[in-house]
């Protein structure tokens, strides 16, 4: 694109360039300090820093216009004024997609929309040149930065789409306009804003809106609240899970431990036999919602296995590490009920002694208190040693003990837990680390990695 088409499809004035439509612009940033040559520097006020203070520091750094809300007086180098930054990148993201002939798969859910993001993109790698959402790159902001780095050779987009509240779905979506869309479950997540999963339910489904025509939905039927969706836009779901009723089902599990699973998939046309290198019976589901989608792009058999082996786990997200003294399960990006049950389950597939240090889980509303004495029930038929972090956390501890199954210790901070660590975990342990993002659990993986 250049300047005066920018301009145009945010609706933005022109200012300091004489020739805009003779400059060229190539992707975009928000941080000033990852700007590459010839892109869009959008500047904006956020609580604690005004990206407009760093326009000029944009330029020196190769861009070629900056879109902003006001031009400071010592900025002389081409800008974009428009009434609010952050609705002119979605603008200029949905118009960019427009003129691109790739197909999107918008992924979204409460529980592994990323490993799910990741299933997705290995396997179709097989087939199409791919382009995936980076990092937690699936908000607002992230996903029109990401639908800018797409270039005309890429085939398909695989776009991860979190969400809060409601209305956000739908302005995700209507720049995303997928082709190929997915749900992973419905699980208790943001119920601040959404309330129960009922609400999670109706804000994630915003997205049937904005499905291309001829598009296909693709959802997990064991799930109670999408098993019930009869169609979209007139079409029936593709279903995928381990029940009957699942289009595309697997049977037949095997777990190897932290090492993986196999098991039989089969669908309408099809059955093949999948190899999953990440532990735990959840990620045969993601691998499940995967094949989903390679199907509805027109992948083979022989196409879907060849991806599944590129297919590795990312750091903060069930990512196992190998090291000298203990096996950890490093899963410290988020939290939610249904994702510590999920991580729970991959640590109990460990034989060696089983420590589940676990945090808070926020934004669970008014039955927080509830939803972490649940965790702590679970977690004492799931591991060895529990810690409990946190001051919701002590719920977990204090039903967990009630068990009297297993030592069980709760510490209000992550710094008085690593003072006492050298007390609790041998060496040989197999160690689960998961918690809220807000608790920053990295800082205890650092430490027992050092």
Do not use: W
């Amino acid at each position: 694109m250049n300047i005066q088409e920018v301009a145009e499809c945010c609706h933005g004035q022109i200012v300091n360039c004489k020739k805009p439509a003779k400059v060229e612009v190539e992707g975009g940033v928000v941080d000033s300090r990852l700007v590459k040559d010839k892109n869009i520097f959008f500047a904006s006020k956020g609580a604690k820093v005004d990206g407009h203070d760093y326009i000029n520091k944009a330029f020196s750094m190769g861009a070629s216009v900056c879109v902003c809300e006001r031009v400071p007086d010592d900025v002389k180098k081409p800008c974009i004024v428009v009434p609010d930054t952050m609705t002119a990148l979605a603008d200029i993201a949905a118009y960019y997609l427009g003129t691109l002939s790739c197909k999107v798969v918008g992924i979204t859910g409460s529980v592994g929309k990323t490993t799910t993001k990741e299933f997705i993109a290995a396997i179709l790698s097989a087939k199409y040149n791919v382009i995936k959402t980076q990092k937690n790159f699936n908000n607002e902001v992230g996903l029109p930065l990401t639908v800018l780095s797409i270039r005309p050779e890429h085939e398909v987009a695989v776009l991860e789409m979190g969400i809060a509240d409601f209305g956000q779905m739908r302005f995700l979506a209507n720049i995303a306009r997928p082709d190929v869309e997915v749900i992973t479950n419905i699980g208790t997540c943001h119920l601040e804003r959404l309330g129960d999963r009922d609400g999670v339910f109706k804000a994630k489904t915003e997205m049937f809106d904005y499905l291309q025509v001829d598009g296909s939905v693709c959802l997990f039927y064991d799930d109670d609240k999408l098993c019930q969706v009869k169609e979209v836009d007139g079409k029936p779901p593709v279903f995928f899970g381990f029940g009957e009723g699942a289009d595309i089902r697997a049977t037949d599990v095997k777990s190897y431990g932290l090492k993986g699973s196999s098991a039989k998939v089969t669908g309408p046309d099809f059955d093949m036999n999948i190899r999953v290198n990440l532990p735990g019976k959840h990620m045969i589901n993601d691998a499940l919602a995967a094949i989903a989608v390679a199907r509805c792009l027109g992948l083979n058999s022989y196409e879907i296995i060849e991806g599944l082996k590129n297919v590795e786990s990312l750091e903060g997200r069930s990512h196992i590490i190998l090291g000298e003294k203990y096996t950890i399960i490093d899963d410290v990006y988020n939290a939610n009920p249904a994702s510590m049950r999920a991580a729970l389950d991959m640590l109990s597939l460990a034989d060696t002694r089983k420590v589940a240090i676990l945090g808070d889980m926020f934004e669970l509303g008014e039955k927080e208190v509830e939803y972490h004495e649940e965790i702590g029930t679970y977690a004492v038929d799931k591991c060895d040693v529990l810690v409990a972090i946190g001051k919701l956390s002590y719920n977990m501890a204090l039903k967990a003990k009630a068990a009297v199954k297993i030592p069980i210790y709760h510490y209000d901070t992550k710094e008085e837990f690593m003072e006492n660590m050298g007390e609790i975990i041998k060496d040989g342990d197999s160690i689960l680390l998961k918690a809220s993002h807000g608790m920053d659990f990295k800082a205890i993986l650092d430490k027992l990695i050092a």
